[in-house]
C-alpha cells in the first residue's frame, strides 16, 4: 500500500536541478514529508530558500547544520529512504568508490536506508565507459538507479542522460519500501475498454477509463510482480515498469493477445471492459445516409468470454475477474463467479466506479465476501493484489 515516508531528498549540481521543484510538490502532494539536502555547487542553481519554501522543512547545506556538527548522521536517521535527484556523474562516482567529501556523499556513506539515485548528465558522459562502471558497481552495492531518458539535453546534444521526469519518479519510488507479496511472479492483466468497429469511424465501446486496471497494474509491479499488460482504449496513461504492454482494441485481438502469453504466467486479472458483442457485419466505408429514413442494419455476434476460457484451462493460472454491475451487485457478482469459475470475483457498482478517482468494491472467494470501504483505485488495487497473493501464493 502507498503510505506517507519521510524522503530525504539530495540535490546535486546540475541544470536538472530546477526539476526537483517540481519533484518537491509533487511528493509533498502525494503526502510524504521531504527534508531537501544541497551540494554547494547546487545552491549556484537554485537558493535553498525555494526548497525551504517548498517542503516546509530547513534545508540542509554545507554551510547549515544543526549544532552538532552530524547533519548528515541525524538526516539519514529519521528519514525512510534516500533519493538523489539529480545526481550528477561525479556524485555517482564519488559514491560508487566510497568517497565521502561533501554534504551529499557524506549521508550516502553514513545512510541505514535505502538510496536511489536518478542520474541526469551530458549523452557522453552517461556512455563514458568509467560512468557505466560506477553505474553497474552502484547496482551490485544495492542502491536503486532510476535510468535517465532519452531526449534533448540543456547542451543541445540529443541522447540519453535526461532526468526521469518528476511524475515517474514519483510513481516508482513507493515501489522500493512496499512489501513484495508477488516477487518475481508472472501477472498478466488486461485493461481498458474494448472497441468494436462498425464501420472506420463508428464503433461500440463502453465508458471503462481503464483507471482501475492500471492501477492493479501498479499494485503488482510494486509487489515485485513482473507485469505483462494488455490494454484497450484507456483515458489514462499507461504504467511504468511494465515487463511487456501490448494494444489489443477489439475483444478478437485481446483473447488473441491473452492465449498468446497464458502460458508464461502465475495469475491472470482480468480488469478490461469487453464487449459482449461485436459487429457481424462492419463496413469497409463510412457509412451514409441514403436517403430513405431507414438506419442500416446492423448484426451483432458473440465475443469469446476471456476470463471463463482461461480459467477453464487444464493448467490455468490463478485468475481474477471483475463484475461491474449496475442492480444486485452482489447477487450478480456470486452467480458470475460460480459461472466462470474463477477463485476470486471482484464486484463493484458501475455508477460508484466507471471513470471516477475512487471505487468500492466486494472481494468474493471461497472463505469470504469482503466489503471494502470507498477508496482511491491505487489502494482499492493493493487489498486486491494481497488477497490474490494471500489466496494464491501464501495459502497454497
Known amino acids: 500500500m502507498i503510505m506517507s515516508q519521510k524522503i530525504l531528498l539530495a540535490i546535486t549540481g546540475g541544470i536538472a536541478a530546477y526539476k526537483s521543484c517540481e519533484l518537491v510538490r509533487l511528493l509533498k502532494k502525494q503526502g510524504h514529508d521531504v527534508t531537501v539536502a544541497m551540494s554547494q555547487s547546487a545552491t549556484e542553481f537554485i537558493a535553498p530558500q525555494t ?9 540542509l547545506t554545507a554551510q547549515g547544520g544543526n549544532g552538532n556538527g552530524m547533519a548528515h ?8 529512504i534516500m533519493l538523489i535527484a539529480p545526481a550528477t556523474a561525479n556524485t555517482l562516482a564519488k559514491i560508487a568508490h566510497g568517497i ?9 556513506a553514513a545512510r541505514n536506508i535505502p538510496l ?13 565507459p568509467a560512468n557505466q562502471r560506477n553505474i553497474e558497481q552502484l547496482q551490485l552495492d544495492g542502491v536503486h538507479i532510476l535510468y535517465p531518458a532519452h531526449g534533448e539535453q540543456a547542451c543541445g546534444e540529443i541522447g540519453v542522460g535526461r532526468i526521469m521526469e518528476a511524475t515517474q519518479i514519483v510513481e516508482l519510488l513507493p515501489d522500493i519500501l512496499s512489501t513484495k507479496l508477488l516477487l518475481n511472479k508472472k501477472i498478466l492483466i488486461t485493461v481498458g475498454a474494448t472497441y468494436e468497429a462498425i464501420d472506420p469511424v463508428r464503433g461500440i465501446t463502453n465508458i ?25 482504449k484507456l483515458q489514462t496513461p499507461l504504467p511504468l515498469g511494465m515487463t511487456h504492454t501490448e494494444e489489443a482494441v477489439s475483444a478478437l485481438a485481446m483473447y488473441e493477445a491473452v492465449f498468446r502469453l497464458i502460458n508464461q504466467v502465475d495469475a491472470f486479472i482480468s480488469v478490461a471492459a469487453v464487449a459482449d458483442y461485436r459487429v457481424a457485419n462492419s463496413a469497409a466505408h463510412k457509412l451514409k445516409k ?8 446492423i448484426e451483432l455476434t ?8 482461461v480459467a477453464q484451462l487444464p493448467n490455468a493460472p490463478f485468475c481474477v475477474g471483475f463484475a461491474a454491475e449496475s442492480e444486485n451487485v452482489l447477487n450478480y457478482a456470486r452467480a458470475k463467479r460460480a459461472k466462470k469459475g474463477v ?9 460508484l466506479s466507471m471513470g471516477k478517482s475512487t471505487n468500492q468494491v466486494i472481494l468474493l472467494d471461497d472463505f469470504a465476501e469482503t466489503t471494502l470501504p470507498e477508496m482511491d483505485k491505487d489502494r482499492v488495487a493493493d487489498a486486491i493484489v494481497a488477497r490474490m497473493s494471500h489466496l494464491r501464493f501464501q495459502a497454497a
Open 51 to 59: 526548497f525551504q519554501a517548498l517542503s516546509g522543512n530547513p534545508v
Open 73 to 80: 548522521i541525524n538526516a539519514t536517521r529519521s528519514a525512510d
Open 100 to 108: 565521502a567529501d561533501n554534504i551529499i556523499t557524506e549521508m550516502a
Open 116 to 128: 536511489v539515485v536518478a542520474p541526469a548528465m551530458n549523452v557522453e558522459m552517461w556512455h563514458n
Open 208 to 232: 471503462s477509463s481503464g483507471q482501475m486496471g492500471v492501477a492493479l497494474a501498479r499494485a503488482c509491479r510494486r509487489a515485485g510482480a513482473q507485469v505483462f499488460l494488455i490494454y484497450g
Open 290 to 297: 441514403d436517403g430513405s429514413g431507414k438506419p442500416p442494419i
Open 302 to 309: 458473440e465475443n469469446p468470454d476471456i476470463l471463463q476460457s
Open 343 to 351: 477463485p476470486l470475483l471482484v464486484a463493484n457498482d458501475v455508477s
